[in-house]
């Protein structure tokens, strides 16, 4: 039988986005496991991330820490929260690696870029040569959040993807969309195709933290909320195809 041929990408100027970032929180690498770091997750969110690459679109990347250790909840046992939201920073380092680690498997050349210090394993943020990096088709990791407690991993995200110059965020969730409550609890969800910034403000709706929603409003940034989960999803996204929610003005 003759093999089937997959079709050659198609080039990035005919994609609707050509410089996204993507969120992923940190518990989505961590697969069915109740904490820490699930290898073969992290392999697949890299292959997504790559599919990606290879239509040449420019990828930045934010990645939380809560399969590690989540500053608010280190805070409510009683932690000091500015110590307990370093310590998240740091968690967000050690995923940034890991992904960095599972790309370069793949011969994508990444790059990441702490907000901390930390010469020997990541480079600081450095405006400049971070979009330098994209230029050359590096995949930018940005971990440690904005370098300051008491700001979210959403809210660095938002502030990366303006100071990039990207043209969306791309939100990958556990659910292919925005709902008006949690369709894991209730059947009679219902998701958007589309919201406004505004609405999920007034609605409350768990899309990104108040503060990195009102961000991306005042900057026109509009956020796509997708599954993780379904194979080629982000790639899909990208070529007009698949199920998600955009947020916008």
Known sequence: MEAIQEQDPAPAQTMKYKRVLLKISGEALMG????????????????????????????CMVIGGGNIFRGLQGSAQGMERTTADYMGMLA??????????????????????????????????????????????????????????????????????????????????????????????????????????????RKNLKVMDASAIALARDNDLPIIVFSLDEPGGFRGILAGQGIYTIVHG
């Not at 069915?32 to 290879?54: C, F, M, N």
């Not at 300051?148 to 995200?157: E, V």
């Open 32 to 59: 069915d496991q109740g904490y820490g770091l699930h290898p073969p997750t992290v392999e697949r969110i890299a292959r997504e991330v790559k599919s990606v690459h290879d239509l040449g679109v420019e990828i």
């Open 92 to 201: 967000t380092v050690m995923n940034a690696l890991a992904v960095q680690s599972a790309l370069e498997g793949l011969n994508i050349y990444t790059r990441v870029i702490s907000a901390i210090r930390m010469d020997e394993v990541a480079e600081p943020y450095i405006r400049r040569r971070a979009v330098r990096h994209l230029e050359k088709g590096r995949v930018c990791i940005f971990a440690a959040g904005t370098g300051n407690p008491y700001f979210t991993t959403d809210t660095a995200a938002t502030l990366r993807a303006n100071e990039m110059a990207c043209q969306a965020i791309f939100k990958g969730t556990k659910v292919d969309g925005v709902y008006d409550k949690d369709p894991v609890k209730f059947p009679d969800a219902v998701r958007y195709d589309d919201i406004s910034y505004d609405d999920v403000l």
